[in-house]
């Protein structure tokens, strides 16, 4: 086991008025208010982060921990050198499986859930099921996010349309014979 210890990842909070707008949020609808766009987009990188699998390193490490306290729960719980064995192909099954997943809760859970020790498939549904919300959430902060970028650069490049044809169509003035003085001489 390593010296370095996991340590859980954290989701930022939500706003309630991001929540609400992350449940209805549908791409092409009316732009979002500047707030809602910023704090989504604040938010999401952390949430980028969460779901990327941990270095192998640290996994092997997380996986042992897990591992012993799940065997230490369970009915048939495997000998020493089985249990390395399972270690080792929880290693590989659980190497895409997002940092979020590995949490005391996830442990809890795990503990709960399984009355003889899992087997590599079983252990990464229940990891990839904590994840569930979290991706969900992540999803709609993406299409958000390029939906107001995609928004900003619409409106951008109609800025610099318009100013190209403001100035290729600049008021000149417009010969009119009617308004033209030399043309109307009065003869008295």
């Known amino acids: ?20 707008r992350l449940e209805s949020f549908r791409p092409g609808g009316f732009a979002l208010p500047s707030q809602i766009v910023a704090e989504a987009q604040a938010i999401l990188p952390a949430y980028s982060h969460a779901l990327l699998p941990l270095l192998e390193p640290e996994l092997s490490c997380v996986v042992e921990e897990f591992a012993e306290m799940l065997n230490a729960g369970v009915v048939n719980p495997l000998p020493g050198v089985a249990l390395q064995l399972r270690c080792v192909a929880l290693v590989a099954a659980c190497a895409g499986v997002p940092a979020l997943a590995w949490s005391g ?7 709960v859930a399984f009355t003889f020790f899992p087997s590599a498939a079983q252990l990464v549904a229940l990891l990839e099921e904590q994840c569930g919300m979290a991706r969900a959430t992540h999803s709609r902060l993406r299409l958000l996010v390029a939906e107001a970028e995609q928004r900003a650069a619409r409106e951008q490049a109609q800025e610099r349309r318009w ?17 033209n003085v030399d043309c109307m001489k009065n003869p008295l």
């Open 1 to 20: 086991m390593s010296a370095r210890a996991h340590t859980p990842v954290r989701l930022p909070r939500i706003s309630p008025a991001l929540a609400a």
């Open 105 to 111: 809760a996830t442990v809890r859970r795990a503990l």
């Open 163 to 179: 100013a190209q044809w403001e100035q290729q169509h600049v008021a000149r003035p417009v010969y009119n014979p009617v308004d």
